[in-house]
Each structure stands twice: as structure tokens, then as C-alpha cells.
């Protein structure tokens, strides 16, 4: 059964839109429940406005192509279940592996527009492809700095994490 | 109630290894199922062995520290089980989703193992340090291979995909 490049397209847009949304819920939560991190949660927040404008573009890009973003996929479903099993996680070591998990994330996003941006080069649709390139370096950038920022960040939680009466997890 | 720092340590040592027989078990299973993609296949094949270098480097470490590899934490349950839905899924972009999940895989590795060099360099566990740090370098080498050829594979992917007959998910 043949499938057209331009039916792989919005399904891969599709995607996108429901791990962004994916994405929004995680660092909500990641960022209200932060205390003794006043940088990473910062960075967070400034990344929700991102991600925020990010599903408006992919929503253009998918109701131009005729479709609509109400279907989700089975890899997005189980993507959704991976965050969501992060978010309500509660270890002692949360800051650390909120960190790692936002870095996960980011990369997924960054190899969803690194697919997308083939896919839409390879059928012609040059706005759906600038449009993956610009969000593409965003979350180049948000990655980049999670990646730089997770060595400042586990040796804080270490120093906190021995000190008795001091709360490090968050 | 306050952790040491050594403690973190070997969790996270304990969290690496989990990690590395879940990249084992998912590699396998998807080099197994790749028929059309020579290269993409080959390369798992090579990143196999090395994963397995990086188990028994792991459980020397772990050792050293005087833990076992017993006990798998939270956060690798979680990810055990979405490796694992992942390999269990017949997607009809399989090859697609499979080198993106390699991606993410690879950089959940990366973290992990940035958390870990910062984490023995605080507690001056020179050599975990420099094994985390020779296998960061087979990570990274993996990661960037992976997101080189996304777009590649998703451009012969498409053109299988439009042609009647050809089978392009794998």
C-alpha cells in the first residue's frame, strides 16, 4: 500500500503538534515545582513561550495542508505517557532527572524537525520546511543550554543533598 | 534527610547500567528487523558491541563502589517501558521512528553520563570519571551518526513509501 510523501507530512506535523503540547505540560509543571533552581527555572519558563508559538506554526502548517490536529499517533500516545510518568514521578534526585528528561525531550523535538524538514524539502513545501527550521533552532538552543547546565546543576543538588535540613530534590 | 554524595554515585551508576541493557535489548531488536537500510543496520551493529563494553565497564565501577546491579530505579523502569513499547510497536514508518528513537535514546545516554562525570569529579572518583567519560564519546559519536543520516533515511523512506509494491518501513 503506497502512502504519498504529502500524507507522511502532516502525519509527521500532527506528531509534532501533540509532543509540543506534551512538552508544554512537562515544563509547566517542571517550572511550578521548582525552588532552589532560579536559572533552570527561568530558562524553562522562557522555553513555554517557545513552545507555546512553536504549536501555532504547526497548526498553520498542518490546516494549509488541509488537515486538522485533533488525531494523535501511537508513538506521540507514548511519548505523552513517557512525560507524563516523569511529571508525577516524585525522587530524590527530581531537579537532576527533570534536567535530563527536558534534554531527552529537546532532542526528540530536535530529530521530529530534522525529519520534518527532509520530508518537506523532499515534497516541495518550503513554508512547512522554514517554518521546522525555525523552531528546529530553538530547541537547538534550549538542548544546548539544558546540556551545559546540567553539570552546575548536579553539583548544586550534590552540595544540597548532604547538607542536613536543606532540601535539594526541587 | 541527606544523601552523600557517593551514594548518588553508585544510584545513578546502577541507573546507567539499566540503561545500557534496555539500549541492548532495543538495538537488537531493531537490527533484526532492518531490511533495506544496510548502513542505518550496520551502525547499530557496531554501537551493540560497544554497549556491551560499556555494561561490563559499569558493573566495574559499581563494584569498586561496593553496590551490586541488581536494583533498577524509577526513572529506568520508566524508560525500560518505553523502549520497550517502542520495539513492540508496528509503526508504518518504522524506520523512521526507530532511527529518531535511537536518537533520543542516545541523548538520554548523554545526559546521564554528563550527570555522572560532574558527579564523580565532586566526589574525586577518578576512575568512574574517566569511564563515564570514554563512554560519553562513543555516545556522542553514535548520536551525531544518527541525527547525520535522518534525513537521508526519511528521503529513501518517502520514495519506497510512494512505490507500489516496495516495502519501505524496514
Known amino acids: ?48 513561550e517557545e513552545t507555546r508559538w512553536q504549536q501555532q506554526q504547526l497548526e498553520a502548517c498542518i490546516s494549509r495542508l488541509g488537515g486538522s490536529t485533533s488525531t494523535v499517533k501511537d508513538l506521540t500516545g507514548k511519548l505523552m505517557a513517557f512525560g507524563q510518568g516523569i511529571v508525577g514521578m516524585t525522587m530524590t534526585d ?48 534550549m538542548a544546548r543550554w539544558l546540556l551545559e547546565h546540567l553539570g552546575p546543576v548536579t553539583e548544586t543538588f550534590l552540595l544540597r543533598d548532604q547538607t542536613p535540613g536543606v532540601q535539594a530534590k526541587r
Open 1 to 48: 500500500m503506497a502512502t504519498t510523501p504529502r500524507d507522511n507530512v502532516l502525519d509527521w506535523l500532527r506528531d509534532a503538534h501533540g509532543m509540543e503540547q506534551q512538552a508544554e505540560s512537562m515544563l509547566t509543571a517542571q517550572a511550578e515545582r521548582l525552588e532552589n533552581y532560579p536559572d533552570l527555572r527561568a530558562r524553562i519558563q522562557q522555553h513555554i
Open 94 to 141: 527530581e531537579v537532576v532527572k527533570g534536567a535530563l528528561s527536558g534534554y531527552v525531550f529537546e532532542n526528540m523535538e530536535i530529530a521530529s524537525y530534522t525529519i520534518l524538514i527532509a520530508a518537506a524539502e523532499a515534497v516541495g513545501d518550503t513554508a512547512t520546511r522554514d517554518t521546522c527550521a525555525a523552531i528546529l533552532n530553538q530547541e537547538v538552543a
